[in-house]
C-alpha cells in the first residue's frame, strides 16, 4: 500500500514536472509576440514570421523586429540583459554584424544568409558593401564625386547592419515589392515560381545617419551616402539619375520608369522594379528603347536600373526601335541561388552579388557595352 502510494507521489511528481517544462515552452513561445496588439496578423505564430507560407505580403511581416507592447518579450530576442559580452547594446553579440547573423547568419556553407550564399554555390562574389571593415563611401563626396569617410555605426565608425536597417523597425521607408526571396520553405505560385512580397526591408529613412529622410526607396535613398553620384550638383560626375535634384518628383524603385508589357512594345509606364513572379515576371525595368516613350520620355533612370543583382535584362535592336524591345523573362524557383539558371540566380543585392560594381550586366571583374547599350543603341549615338 504504501509502495504504491510512493509510486503513485513520484508519478505525479514526475508528470507535474513534465507539464511545469511544456507549460514553460509554450509560455515563451506565446509571450514572444503580443498577436493581438502587435503588426502581425492575429493568431500567427512562429512559422509565420519564419515561413513565407504564413502572409500575403503587406509589409508588416518582420519577425521580432516590431510588434513590441508591455506583455511581449521581443526584446529578450536581440538582447541579453545580465550577461551580455559587451556593453554595446547589451547586445548578445560582439558586435552589430555579430548579433544580426545569429539569425541572418551568412558565414554557414549551406549559403543561406544576407551573405556567403554565393561563395556557398562556388560562384565568385563580384561587388559587395564591406560591413565592419571600412568607413569609405564609394562617391560620397558632393564636391568631387570621389569617395568620402563617414562617421558609421560599427567598431571604428565602420559602416554595419544597423546603418541601412532599423532593427526595431522605426521610421522606415514605404514598403515596395522586391524580388528577394530566400527562406528555405517558399511558396510557389501556379506558375511554378517563387512568389515576393511588398516589404519596407526594414530600410531606415535616415541610412547612414543622414540628416534628411527619404520615404522611398530609390536614387535618393542611395544617395544619402553616395552623394557624389547625384544629378543635379554643381559639377557632373556621373551618368545622370533621378533624384529629388532633377525634379520634384522623382522615380523610386516602387514607381519607375518601365516597359509596360511583356514582350514588343512602343509605350513605357510607371511600375515597380521588383519582379511580380505572379503575372509571371519580366525584367521590365532594364531596358530604356529608343527613342524614348511614354514615362521615360525625359526621365532619368534610377541608380537601380543599373545596380542590382546580375540577370540577363533582354536586348534592344541596332535601332533601339522601342517595338522591337523584348526584356527577358525572370525567372525565380528557388531561394539563395540553389537553381543556377535563374534569373537572376541570386537576390542578395545591396549585399553582395555576381555583377562587378553591383551592375546588372556584367562578369565579376568588368562590364561591356552590352550594359550601356540597353538604353542608348549604337544608331541613337551621335
Not at 503587406?58 to 523586429?65: D, E, L, Q, W, Y
Not at 541601412?164 to 515589392?177: A, D, E, I, M
Not at 503575372?279 to 529608343?290: I, T
Request: hydrophobic share 30%.
Amino acid at each position: 500500500m504504501n509502495g504504491r502510494m510512493v509510486c503513485s507521489k513520484r508519478t505525479r511528481l514526475m508528470i507535474a514536472l513534465a507539464c511545469f517544462v511544456v507549460g514553460a515552452f509554450w509560455a515563451s513561445q506565446a509571450l514572444a509576440f503580443d498577436e493581438t496588439t502587435s503588426t502581425y496578423t492575429p493568431g500567427v505564430g512562429c512559422a509565420n514570421c519564419h515561413n513565407p507560407n504564413g502572409t500575403t505580403g503587406t509589409g508588416t511581416r518582420v519577425g521580432p523586429h516590431s510588434g513590441y507592447s508591455a506583455t511581449t518579450s521581443a526584446c529578450e530576442c536581440c538582447h541579453t540583459v545580465h550577461d551580455a559580452p559587451t556593453a554595446n547594446k547589451l547586445l548578445p553579440g560582439e558586435t552589430i554584424k555579430s548579433t544580426c547573423f545569429t539569425c541572418h547568419d551568412g558565414t554557414t556553407t549551406q549559403g543561406q544568409g544576407v551573405y556567403g550564399a554565393i561563395a556557398a554555390r562556388g560562384a565568385t562574389v563580384g561587388a559587395q558593401h564591406r560591413i565592419e571593415t571600412t568607413s569609405v563611401v564609394p562617391g560620397g563626396n558632393a564636391a568631387t564625386g570621389g569617395s568620402l569617410a563617414m562617421a558609421f555605426s560599427g567598431p571604428n565608425q565602420t559602416l554595419t547592419c544597423s546603418d541601412c536597417h532599423s532593427p526595431h523597425g522605426r521610421n522606415l521607408v514605404t514598403p515596395f515589392l522586391g524580388e528577394r526571396q530566400r527562406s528555405y520553405w517558399f511558396q510557389r505560385d501556379y506558375h511554378g515560381l517563387l512568389t515576393v512580397q511588398v516589404q519596407s526591408r526594414l530600410l531606415k529613412q535616415r541610412p547612414g545617419g543622414v540628416a534628411t529622410a527619404v520615404a522611398e526607396y530609390g536614387s535618393d535613398w542611395c544617395l544619402a551616402c553616395h552623394a557624389g553620384r547625384a544629378s543635379g550638383l554643381p559639377a557632373t560626375h556621373n551618368h545622370p539619375v533621378e533624384s529629388r535634384l532633377t525634379t520634384v518628383n522623382p522615380a523610386n524603385y516602387r514607381l519607375a520608369a518601365i516597359v509596360a508589357s511583356a514582350g514588343p512594345t512602343s509605350q513605357t509606364t510607371i511600375g515597380p522594379m521588383g519582379i511580380n513572379t505572379k503575372n509571371p515576371g519580366y525584367n521590365l525595368g532594364y531596358l530604356w528603347p529608343y527613342p524614348r516613350t511614354g514615362a521615360q520620355a525625359g526621365r532619368y533612370p534610377i541608380c537601380q536600373q543599373c545596380h542590382e543583382d546580375l540577370r540577363y535584362v533582354g536586348e534592344l535592336t541596332t535601332a533601339g526601335l522601342p517595338a522591337q524591345a523584348m526584356p527577358s523573362t525572370a525567372t525565380v524557383t528557388s531561394p539563395d541561388g540553389r537553381t543556377s539558371t535563374d534569373n537572376p540566380r541570386f537576390q542578395n543585392f545591396p549585399h553582395e552579388t555576381l555583377g562587378y560594381r553591383m551592375l546588372v550586366e556584367a562578369t565579376t571583374t568588368a562590364y561591356s557595352d552590352d550594359l550601356c547599350l540597353n538604353c542608348h543603341p549604337v544608331l541613337q549615338l551621335p
